[in-house]
Each structure stands twice: as structure tokens, then as C-alpha cells.
């Protein structure tokens, strides 16, 4: 999954009463402090009306994300979460089709609160069989990917890592760096994470054994996180990360940052957010090569919400060596620059079937730390519009530069000389309401391109004939003429899940681009007979494909059965 998911039950009914859920959440599943008093907060989307409602925090800019706003459920007495002990024992079995080998392998997970508001988690022979896979990308920039984490163990309590309002880059911690090196899986042996709060403190601590390596050896990986309640919804914190899951050697990262919250700014209209965060490395491989001069980021992000408008900036200075190895970062020396800003009209049922309609600009400035310019990337204007029905369409304009400083490999026999690069394009996009059995989607995009021009062709489409079936499939083109050369990139990915039960699902995905010219299949059952209490069964192929061939080049299937028990 995309997010966390403890041990809980639901069931939904429509009777002559309406639409009604009914939510059971073990208390040992959750962590609280023992007052009679709890925030609580529920939201329900009606897809019909397009609409969401939320008991408390119904502003427009609101989120059901902001537990200073949840409302009041009192009266709580004789709450017991018993011993506060989880145990998860899982066993999988796996055999490549390839070299015809079976292995199994037993494993655990551990989770005992030591009081109701913090949780020890502790983790052995750590697996991911059942992980969704990554949306396939083919990347035509500089710069590298950024992928989410999926996996459910690093997702627990995620948040408590999020460092001084940094999104994807200057990045401290990532949890994706553990277990994943060289775009290779690396074996987790066992792992320790402790999380929790304790008066006005809260923290996050983690480390994880890998896997004895042939080629790195053994390797410890860490992260330490404290954060400090100031004011009324602020807070101070810091961060400490040492190991390096890729290299020879060690690396630490200390970092420091402060994050001012205001809901109920403009007289309880609005919000207003501040980040300011600072962070430095120190790289230790036992080469000649380690350079540990300028190795800062420092920066900041600042955000205005008051329904209709909102505004929001980031700035970073990211050092020439700036190197966090458990962390992400995205471009080193380099000055970050964001700023964006949008504003929405909204109009009533009888205005032309108009909801609303949004107007937004966007400028990502990246420079050299002698402020020469590497990119600028400026959206103006940037229109959405929304309809009643849930239909929508969009428009924007935009100018980029690109200042190489020297020659860029695109694809493999393409590359564009060094020099600065200035474009213009404009971008069509719309869409038909997710509400709809059959929703689809698309969006042309013509531009320049470096030496030359480009098109973006995406079209998509969904169909979801009731609650137990839905398939989709998407399609972009990029289509690239260069002096330097011609080529069109294809990505191709198809989805189609069968939702037997809520407790029993299939899930496949198939997904192609042409320039690995590989297929991959990715099937998925899961079926969770008791809560908390799954028997997944994972299937995946890779093929390659040439205009002759369709040939298997890797083959294996997964069997993962994983009990859980609470005391």
C-alpha cells in the first residue's frame, strides 16, 4: 500500500436509512494517552455530488490531516490496550522459475508499546514480497527519480522523519536507501525502531542490520529523530543519520530545523506554515577522494492558505559535496528556488455547470553557487477547470532554460552539446469524471526541447463497472527531434484488480517502455482471513521484447503467509 495500515475492521451497509461504515480499531493497534479526552476527526467522500465532508475542520484549505483542528470525543474511561504486545511471525517461499530453486525463509515482526504512547518495533529476516511495484519511468533529465516508499514496515510512524518542510530534495533520511542499492534489493537481517512521545518530545529512532554483502560488506544503518512542541503547534527538532547503504565506509548527516504552524490565522480564515532547516555531512570512505569542504543545505519553505488563494515558496543552498547517503538530494551546489502562487473562483449549481475554476503560476529557479543559471522552469498561466459533473480540462504556457555546462547523454547515441538551451510550449490537458463507470483522460504538450522540438502525447482510461472490478490502462508518447538525433520514447502500463471480498483481492499490473524493450508482469492475490492475518501470493515475469522474440528473462513466484497476535 501507499500508507500505513495497522489491524483494524470495517464494513459499510445502504439500507433505508442511508449510507452507514462501522469501524473497529483494537486499541492495541493504536497508541494514546490515557485522558478521558481524544481528537478525533472522520471524512467521507460522496462521489456522486462530489463532495467531502468532514465532522470537524470543514474549511476549504482545511485537511483532515491537521489534529490540532479534530474535534472532541470525551468521556473515555476504563481504556486498556492489554500487554501492548504484537507478534507477526510471516514465512515465504519463493521459486525462480529460472534456475529452478526453491527457498524459504521464516521472519518476524515485533511490536510492544512500552507505555500507550511509545511503540518498540522490532524486525527479523525483514521482507517485501507483497510490495506494490514502481510506476515505470523513463527519465529524459539530468537529474535522478524520485520513487516513494511502499513498504509497511518504513511506513509506520514515516512521518515522524519528515525534516523542516523539505519534500523530495535536500532530503535527510529516505527510507528507500535502506534495503535497495544500485537499483538491486539488499537483503534486511534485522532492524529496531523505537517511536513515541513523551510529554512535550517527540522521537523516532531506527537501525537496521543489513545483510552480510560480498561487495560492501557488513552494514548498520541509523537515524535518529527528536522533535520539541514550542508555541502552540510549532516545534524545533533535529536529525542524525549514519551509515552508507551504497558505498565502502561510513557517512553521518546532523541537521537542526524549526516548524512554525498558524490554523487559525487571518482571524480563523486561514493557515500560515514556515520551515527553516539546516544540515551537514561528513563522508568517510578511506579514499583520497573524500571531500568533506562545504557539505551544508540550508534552506526554508514558507506557505500561505486563506481560501481562495494561496501562496508558497522554498529555498535551499545545497553544497558542492553535500552527500546524504540514507537521505535524497537531487542536484549538489546548486541555489533552490520555488515559488508558486494560485487563486480559485468558485460559482454556484446554475452558473454554465462551472464548480470552480483555478488560475495558478509556478517559477523552480536552480542556479550555480557562483549564481550562474542552471534551470528555470516558469508556469504562466496555469488554468483548471472544474465542472459540476467532475469533468475538468486545463491549459498552461510555460518557459524553460537549460544551461549545460557540458555535453548530456539524453539516450544511448544521443547527446546535446553544452550550451544554453531557451523554450517555450503550451500544454492541453482534460479529463472526465472518476465518478463514471468509464473515465478517461489525456493531455498534448508541444515544446521545445534543448537543440530541438518535442511532443507529449498521454491518454489514459479507466473502467470500474461496480465494486468488484476495475481496469485501466495508460499511454505516453514522447516524440524528440533533435539535430542530434530522432526518437520517440513509448510507456505503456495497464492495470486490472478483482476485489472478490473486502478480505480478497487480485491485482495485476503490466507495464512496457521501449527503450529497455522489457515486459514486466506484476500479479498480486491477497487475502487477509483474519485481521491482520494475510496470505499473499506474488507473481512476477519480466520478458523481453524485439520485433522476433517475446522471450521469459526472469521468472519467480512468491508465497508469503503472515499471522499476527495481540496481547
Not at 128 to 146: C, I, K, Q
Not at 511 to 518: A, K, Y
Amino acid at each position: 500500500g501507499n500508507s500505513w495500515d495497522g489491524i483494524w475492521e470495517a464494513k459499510t451497509s445502504i439500507d433505508d436509512r442511508g449510507w452507514s461504515a462501522e469501524i473497529r480499531v483494537p486499541l492495541a493497534t493504536i497508541t494514546f494517552k490515557n485522558d478521558r479526552a481524544w481528537g478525533l476527526n472522520v471524512a467521507r467522500t460522496i462521489g456522486r455530488k462530489h463532495e467531502t465532508v468532514r465532522w470537524r475542520n470543514w474549511r476549504r484549505e482545511g485537511s483532515i490531516r491537521e489534529v490540532s483542528q479534530a474535534g472532541t470525543l470525551d468521556a473515555l474511561e476504563g481504556l486498556e490496550q492489554g500487554r501492548g504486545l504484537t507478534i507477526k511471525p510471516f514465512t515465504t517461499a519463493k521459486y525462480d522459475g529460472h534456475d529452478g530453486e526453491l527457498d524459504v525463509e521464516p521472519g518476524m515482526d515485533l511490536f510492544y508499546k512500552i507505555t500507550p504512547q511509545i511503540t518498540l518495533a522490532l524486525t527479523y529476516n525483514t521482507d517485501f514480497a507483497e510490495t506494490e511495484v514502481d510506476d515505470r519511468v523513463v527519465n529524459l533529465t539530468r537529474f535522478p527519480t524520485f520513487f516513494p516508499e511502499r513498504r509497511d514496515f518504513f511506513l509506520e510512524d514515516a512521518g515522524l522523519f519528515d525534516f523542516g518542510g523539505v519534500r523530495r530534495s535536500p532530503r535527510p533520511f529516505f527510507s528507500r536507501r535502506i534495503g535497495i542499492a544500485g537499483g538491486e534489493e539488499k537483503g534486511i537481517l534485522a532492524g529496531v525502531r523505537l517511536t513515541g512521545r513523551h510529554g512535550a518530545l517527540r522521537f523516532g529512532a531506527m537501525t537496521v542490520q543489513m545483510d552480510p554483502d560480498d561487495a560492501l560488506g557488513d552494514k548498520n544503518l541509523s537515524v535518529l529523530r527528536l522533535q520539541h512542541d514550542v508555541l502552540e503547534e510549532s516545534s524545533v527538532g533535529m536529525i542524525v543519520t549514519h551509515g552508507d547503504p551504497a558505498r565502502h565506509g561510513d557517512n553521518t548527516l546532523i541537521g537542526a530545523d524549526f516548524n512554525y504552524r498558524d490554523s487559525d490565522a487571518f482571524g480563523g480564515t486561514g493557515r500560515i506554515t514556515a520551515d527553516l532547516f539546516a544540515q551537514g555531512t561528513h563522508t568517510d570512505t578511506g579514499g583520497v577522494d573524500d571531500d568533506n569542504s562545504d557539505t551544508t543545505a540550508i534552506g526554508g519553505r514558507f506557505g500561505i492558505d486563506h481560501d481562495p488563494w494561496d501562496f508558497n515558496a522554498f529555498f535551499a543552498r545545497i553544497g558542492e559535496n553535500y552527500d546524504p547517503a540514507l537521505g535524497f538530494v537531487s542536484r549538489r551546489g546548486r541555489y533552490e528556488h520555488n515559488y508558486g502562487s494560485g487563486y480559485t473562483w468558485r460559482f454556484g449549481q446554475a452558473e454554465s455547470g462551472v464548480r470552480n475554476a483555478r488560475l495558478a503560476t509556478n517559477l523552480s529557479l536552480f542556479t550555480h553557487l557562483d549564481s550562474t543559471i542552471d534551470t528555470i522552469d516558469l508556469n504562466l498561466p496555469d488554468v483548471q477547470v472544474n465542472l459540476h459533473s467532475g469533468d475538468w480540462f486545463g491549459a498552461r504556457g510555460f518557459f524553460s532554460r537549460d544551461n549545460l555546462l557540458e555535453p548530456f547523454e539524453i539516450i544511448e547515441g544521443v547527446t546535446v552539446p553544452a550550451g544554453t538551451h531557451d523554450n517555450i510550449g503550451t500544454e492541453l490537458s482534460a479529463g472526465t469524471s472518476a465518478t463514471r463507470p468509464i473515465t478517461v483522460s489525456g493531455s498534448v504538450r508541444r515544446h521545445g526541447f534543448f537543440t530541438g522540438d518535442r511532443w507529449d502525447y498521454s491518454a489514459g482510461a479507466t473502467f470500474r463497472p461496480g465494486p468488484f472490478f476495475s481496469a485501466s490502462a495508460n499511454y505516453a508518447i514522447n516524440d524528440i527531434d533533435l539535430p542530434e538525433g530522432s526518437f520517440i520514447v513509448r510507456l505503456f502500463s495497464m492495470r486490472a484488480s478483482v476485489q472478490f471480498s473486502p478480505d480478497l483481492s487480485w491485482d495485476n499490473t503490466v507495464q512496457w517502455d521501449n527503450q529497455s524493450d522489457e515486459v514486466g508482469l506484476n500479479s498480486r492475490v491477497r487475502w487477509e482471513f483474519r485481521p491482520g492475518q494475510e496470505l499473499f501470493m506474488v507473481y512476477n515475469e519480466g520478458f523481453s521484447v524485439d520485433e522476433e522474440s517475446f522471450t521469459s528473462q526472469r521468472q519467480a513466484l512468491t508465497i508469503k503467509l503472515g499471522l499476527a497476535f495481540q496481547f
